[in-house]
């Protein structure tokens, strides 16, 4: 069956440090990524989006990037954190048949 | 205006009570997913609707895309179905670049 795993669960990262968010794949091939992410008080917004490997289509302009460097991983990152970065980032998957989407059990980020 | 509109807010309903949920959008979309976030967190698809309705034991969402509109029922609710139910949009099949509803905060009183 087919999992998704996002990690680490909760952080909590100084202004200006660096951030690496981890989702993994497994029971499936070739999916389509996402970065989603909800900040307090607001619904889900997508930040990227990845059909393949190294293909990354950002969707809003931001402090935050996105790598895939291997078909089943996906990675959210940042050179330097803003106080803005936090908020609750979800990674999810789907196939390109569209059947649905699965969710990872979300990153919790508090920048301070 | 959002694209995706959902109502009411906030629910507060007894135990027991037959619960509706209603999602409004404006854009051109070829799907439309439920979904349900826990206090934790995490997020589960309900269902993925493109016409129609579709039923799964006590949850029933229904779409009308002529008029842009979806509901999610809830039938004999229970106080476990307390949870944020989100309405989102995806514009192309096979393509889950989702739109969200801002979510509806439902709270199921014993």
């Known amino acids: 069956s087919q999992t998704i795993h996002q990690w680490p669960a909760t952080l909590v990262q100084p202004v200006g440090s660096p951030l690496s968010l981890e989702c993994t794949v497994e029971?499936?091939?070739?999916?389509?990524l996402y970065w989603y992410r909800q900040a307090a008080g607001r619904g889900l917004q997508l930040l990227f989006y990845?059909?393949?490997?190294?293909?990354i289509s950002s969707e809003v302009p931001q402090n935050l990037s996105a790598s895939r460097p291997q078909d089943r991983q996906f990675i959210l990152s940042s050179k330097k954190l803003l106080l803005s970065d936090s908020g609750f980032y979800l990674c999810?998957?789907?196939?390109?048949?569209?059947?649905?989407?699965?969710f990872g059990e979300g990153s919790w980020l508090t920048v301070v | 205006k959002n694209e995706v509109e959902q109502s009411p807010q906030n629910l507060t309903a007894q135990e027991g009570e037959f619960i509706t949920i209603n999602c409004s959008y404006s854009?051109?979309?070829?799907?439309l997913h439920w979904l349900q976030q826990h206090p934790g967190g995490g997020i589960v698809s309900l269902f993925m609707?493109?016409?129609g309705k579709k039923k799964h034991g006590r949850l029933i969402a229904t779409i009308n895309i002529q008029e842009k509109h979806s509901s999610l029922h809830i039938t004999a609710s229970h106080p476990r179905d307390s949870a944020v139910y989100i309405c989102?949009?995806?514009?192309?099949?096979?393509?889950?670049?989702?739109?969200f509803g801002t979510g509806t905060r439902l709270t199921i009183i014993p």
């Open positions: 989102a949009v995806s514009p192309n099949f096979g393509n889950e670049k989702l739109t």
């Open positions: 609707l493109s016409s």
């Open positions: 854009v051109g979309i070829s799907a």
């Open positions: 029971g499936t091939s070739n999916p389509n």
């Open positions: 990845s059909v393949g490997i190294g293909q």
């Open positions: 999810a998957w789907s196939t390109f048949s569209g059947n649905t989407i699965y």
